[in-house]
């Protein structure tokens, strides 16, 4: 990604920040919580346990890891000012203000400690990253050994007639719900640009693996249109 375009993808998330959430709703028919509560209920995120959520956006993922863990280490990092304040406004209105901690960083070099956190979770924003593979590294470094990296995004669905009208949907139809319900035309063609360069869920469960991480589990949900991957930080040399 060159730095034209990660200029451009930081513009459009402090752009579209007020209206991300419905927005998100609308994009996916709300299917989005449905998937991450999957996905927390097979964390199984126990009291105590530490997790760093990056990408976070407006931070509902962060605020369900802080939920389950309730006395664990929770932090929440994004590039966008804007999206976390709505996220900081969000917590406090949640009453966790005090276990919730907010970073604007980069994911690309996360600014925590080697073998920091027992889970590392990104949500719908990896594939907005100019580096997939130096994330899922940097994810895996701050992860502790057995600990998890946890990958909720789109994919690709791979069986006609869905798929046409999956890629009809994203390419010509959600640009105009942008549109009309955002005021963002512009903006919500970055997401199925986005998505075609994405890789499909076989080809990021190998990037999972060139990051170092072992027994990656997969989770497809409603045909393919989105991925769940988890994958586990082995055991280190000299650890």
């Known amino acids: 990604m060159s730095n034209d375009a990660k200029s451009h993808v930081h513009a459009l998330f402090e752009t579209v920040a007020p209206k991300y959430?419905?927005?998100?709703?609308?994009?996916?028919?709300?299917?989005?919580?449905?998937?991450?509560?999957?996905?927390?209920?097979?964390?199984?995120?126990?009291?105590?346990?530490?997790?760093?959520?990056?990408?976070?956006?407006?931070?509902?993922?962060?605020?369900?890891?802080?939920k389950a863990s309730e006395s664990g280490r929770i932090v929440g990092l994004d590039f966008s000012h804007?999206?976390?304040?709505?996220?900081?406004?969000k917590i406090a209105a949640s009453g966790l203000q005090n276990s919730i901690e907010l970073v604007q960083g980069n994911a690309m070099s996360l600014p925590f400690a080697?073998?920091?956190?027992?889970?590392?979770?990104?949500?719908?924003?990896?594939?907005?990253v100019?580096?997939?593979?130096?994330?899922?590294?940097?994810?895996?470094r701050v992860v502790r050994p057995g600990g998890k990296v946890v990958c909720l995004e789109l994919s690709k669905p791979t069986w006609q007639p869905f798929k046409s009208i999956y890629y009809f949907y994203f390419e010509r139809v959600m640009p105009q719900f942008g549109k009309l319900l955002a005021k963002r035309f512009k903006e919500?063609?970055?997401?199925?640009?986005?998505?075609?360069?994405?890789?499909?869920?076989?080809?990021?469960?190998?990037?999972?693996?060139?990051a170092g991480l072992e027994k990656i589990d997969i989770s497809l949900f409603f045909g393919g249109v989105a991925a769940l991957h988890m994958g586990t930080k082995g055991s280190e040399i000299g650890q």
């Open 21 to 66: 959430d419905f927005m998100n709703d609308v994009i996916s028919f709300r299917r989005h919580k449905a998937w991450r509560k999957f996905t927390m209920n097979k964390m199984a995120v126990k009291p105590g346990d530490d997790a760093l959520d990056i990408c976070c956006g407006t931070c509902d993922w962060t605020i369900d890891l802080a």
């Open 82 to 89: 804007n999206m976390l304040q709505v996220g900081r406004e």
């Open 114 to 128: 080697d073998n920091s956190f027992d889970y590392v979770t990104v949500g719908f924003g990896l594939r907005n």
């Open 130 to 140: 100019p580096d997939y593979l130096q994330v899922l590294k940097e994810m895996t």
């Open 188 to 210: 919500y063609q970055w997401l199925p640009d986005s998505l075609k360069l994405f890789p499909n869920h076989k080809e990021l469960a190998e990037l999972y693996t060139q």
